[in-house]
Structures are given as C-alpha cells and as structure tokens.
C-alpha cells in the first residue's frame, strides 16, 4: 500500500504559477510504481494530466499541460512536485495524486483502472 498526501492548492491569478506537492510513503520502492497528477475541474469528468516514474524520473503529460506544467521527484524526500506555470481559468479544479505500477508508464495517463492509491486533493483556483 501507498499512502499519499498533496499540498500547495491556493488560489493564483491567470498566467501566475503554483506547484503543489505529493509526499508518498509506504510501500513506494517498487520498479514500475509511477505517480500521477489529476485534476477535476467544476462540473467535469477527473482526468490525468501527468505522470512520473519513481525509479527513473520518466514522466509524460497530456496535450492540455504540456509547455505549462512539469512533473519532476525527489526520491530522498518520497515527493512528487507538479509545477503549474501559465495558469488558466480552466485549470481550476482539485487536483488529487496517485500511484500504481504499469510497464508501459506511455499509456498511463489513458489508464483510470492503473491509479489504485490516491490522496485527499488539494484545491487550485485561478481567477481571470
């Protein structure tokens, strides 16, 4: 079991930055344990914006964030960081993190079934 918990949800203005923060603990010393960044925007389905091997810092994003957001690790600390730059309106939601293992890290942020672990969330607001 992994047990996971975000911070830095706040409020930006359009075109200003946040990072938010995703500590793990437990069982995270697995080769193919990834953890990914989601978001659920008001009145909108939860989708996987970014996606990040533990053990080699692989990591993808979809088309909405790439150019935007970064997903990086720090492997002595067991966190995960998203780094929000450009922020837009329509990046408001809660953003939750989530791991699970998969060999094909490519196809993880089509993959709902593979994220078996998740955090609380942590609300990012941005204003126009």
């Known amino acids: 079991q992994v047990q996971l918990v975000e911070s830095g949800g706040s409020t930006a203005q359009a075109g200003g930055s946040l990072r938010l923060s995703c500590k793990a603990s437990g069982d995270i010393y697995r080769h193919d344990l990834m953890v990914g960044w989601h978001r659920q925007g008001p009145g909108k389905e939860r989708e996987a914006v970014a996606s990040?091997?533990?053990?080699?810092?692989?990591?993808y994003r979809t088309d909405s964030v790439r150019g935007r957001f970064t997903i990086s690790r720090n492997n002595d600390a067991n966190t995960v960081y998203l780094q929000m730059d450009k922020l837009r309106p329509e990046d408001t939601g809660i953003y939750y993190c989530a791991a699970g293992e998969t060999s094909t890290g490519s196809q993880s942020l089509r993959r709902p079934d593979m994220w078996v672990s998740w955090g609380q969330g942590t609300q990012v607001t941005v204003s126009s």
């Open positions: 990040i091997y533990l053990n080699d810092g692989r990591s």
